[in-house]
């Protein structure tokens, strides 16, 4: 079973940009989509992004235009920028291969 390790979350403040990587144990392109989603307090987790293999890309209404996911299957990683964040992005955000979750990278914007 593939594991996946997101890293990258921080505190920053609104307007600002993050990188998140999710690196995964195993080949990436065994899996269709990757995906990530996330978590806010008192929330039900969401869907942030998904991303097919052949690099079709879908977003979340709210995040479409400011985030862009990535996968590079040479490296079995896949990635988050968030750019223009705001307040309301904050939350955990997870790595998802269809199957696994990983732990989750806290992301804070606040001033």
């Known amino acids: 079973q593939v594991q996946l390790v997101e890293s990258g979350g921080g505190l920053v403040q609104p307007g600002e940009t993050l990188r998140l990587s999710c690196a995964a144990s195993?080949?990436?392109?065994?899996?269709?989509?990757m995906g990530w989603f996330r978590q806010a307090p008192g929330k039900q987790r969401e869907k942030v992004a998904l991303?097919?293999?052949?690099?079709?890309?879908n977003y979340h209404p709210s995040v479409s235009g400011r985030f862009t996911i990535s996968r590079d299957s040479a490296k079995n990683m896949v990635y988050l920028d968030m750019n223009i964040l705001k307040p309301e992005d904050t939350a955990v955000y997870y790595c998802n291969d269809g199957f696994t979750w990983g732990q989750g990278t806290q992301v804070t914007v606040s001033s």
């Open positions: 991303i097919t293999i052949g690099g079709t890309a």
């Open positions: 195993g080949n990436i392109d065994s899996s269709y989509v």
